[in-house]
T-cell receptor, first 108, second 115 residues
Framework: DAKTTQPNSMESNEEEPVHLPCNHS???????IHWYRQLPSQGPEYVIH???SNVNNRMASLAIAEDRKSSTLILHRATLRDAAVYYC?????????FGQGTRLTINP | DTGVSQDPRHKITKRGQNVTFRCDPI?????LYWYRQTLGQGPEFLTY????????KSRLLSDRFSAERPKGSFSTLEIQRTEQGDSAMYLC?????????????FGPGTRLTVL
């Protein structure tokens, strides 16, 4: 399974944008880049995914480098409810292969 | 509530006992997944079903673990002769087959503590 590298933790302030980076230099041509997050005491929840082009949805934006070796999850205006562990996952087959993720702390 | 449900939410057992967990996926979701999560780690894949067929099993799924999905609806995960190392959160997820990103919807998990 292709591997992703994320910072262990990040901190931001409420109502400010947050950029969560992910490196995936061994990504294959058919791997989708998925992001999930896990709020405290809950199961993971899907955030966004992409293949080559940048993507936007109601939760976040995903910026994918031209060579696809890295990507950035962007939360445009962080709220306290965005405090969670964010996982960047390369999905080629059915299963999700989670790494350690980035623990995001939001300061009021 | 139309999300993925898991029962029980918490289970405390003594080493050597058998335990069984149940997962009810979102109705009409063809695929069902089991993951295990220990403290401070991301979830680890255990197995997945497409309808009633178990299509993939992780090497983590020792012979003490068995999962079933009779009739392609709910699923059960049984752990026989539990060990302290089995203490973890067991997560179930479901997804539609071959539609969009195959987004997986997770349940709240069953927290197992083996004494």
């Amino acid at each position: 399974d292709a591997k992703t590298t994320q910072p262990n933790s990040m901190e931001s302030n409420e109502e400010e944008p947050v950029h969560l980076p992910c490196n995936h230099s061994t990504i294959s041509g058919t791997d989708y880049i998925h992001w999930y997050r896990q709020l405290p005491s809950q199961g993971p929840e899907y955030v966004i995914h992409g293949l080559t082009s940048n993507v936007n949805n109601r939760m976040a934006s995903l910026a994918i480098a031209e060579d696809r070796k890295s990507s950035t999850l962007i939360l445009h205006r962080a709220t306290l409810r965005d405090a969670a562990v964010y996982y960047c996952i390369l999905k080629g087959a059915q299963k999700l292969v989670f790494g350690q993720g980035t623990r995001l702390t939001i300061n009021p | 509530d139309t999300g993925v449900s898991q029962d029980p939410r918490h289970k405390i057992t003594k080493r050597g006992q058998n335990v069984t967990f149940r997962c009810d996926p979102i109705s009409e979701h063809n695929r069902l997944y089991w993951y295990r999560q220990t403290l401070g780690q991301g979830p680890e894949f255990l197995t997945y079903f497409q309808n009633e067929a178990q299509l993939e099993k992780s090497r983590l799924l020792s012979d003490r673990f068995s999962a079933e999905r009779p009739k392609g609806s709910f699923s059960t995960l049984e752990i026989q002769r539990t060990e302290q190392g089995d203490s973890a959160m067991y997560l179930c997820a479901s997804s539609e087959m071959d539609r969009g990103p195959n987004e997986q919807f997770f349940g709240p998990g069953t927290r197992l503590t083996v004494l």
